[in-house]
């Protein structure tokens, strides 16, 4: 079992940056790949960014060069930065790690952009 915290949701101006991370546990070793998906009321949940255990990357076409999924090896955290946020950005994002075929997830965090 794999479990996963997020954090770093929240409110922010368009334009604005926030920084969301994830915490997993459990066990953690073999994890394929982790990833952020979001989903926005009325829609299906989506990949956003996903980082494989070798550390290659890859990203939405609506986020890429304005999202960034990094590894901190030391704190054993995803983090996902996210710039110049658009009002359609809102949605709640979920972690993902992706572990022999099986995928778990977080409880999802609030993004919301707004003025």
């Known amino acids: 079992q794999v479990q996963l915290v997020e954090s770093g949701g929240g409110l922010v101006q368009p334009g604005g940056s926030l920084r969301l991370s994830c915490a997993p546990s459990?066990?953690?070793?073999?994890?394929?790949?982790m990833a952020w998906y979001r989903q926005s009321p009325g829609k299906q949940r989506e990949l956003v960014a996903r980082i494989t255990s070798g550390g290659s990357s890859n990203y939405a076409d609506s986020v890429k060069g304005r999202f960034t999924i990094s590894r901190d090896i030391a704190k054993n955290t995803i983090n996902l930065q996210m710039n110049s946020l658009k009002p359609e950005d809102t949605a709640v994002y979920y972690c993902?790690?992706?572990?022999?075929?099986?995928?778990?997830w977080g409880q999802g965090t609030q993004v919301t952009v707004s003025s």
């Open positions: 993902n790690a992706f572990k022999y075929g099986i995928n778990y």
């Open positions: 459990g066990s953690i070793f073999s994890i394929n790949a």
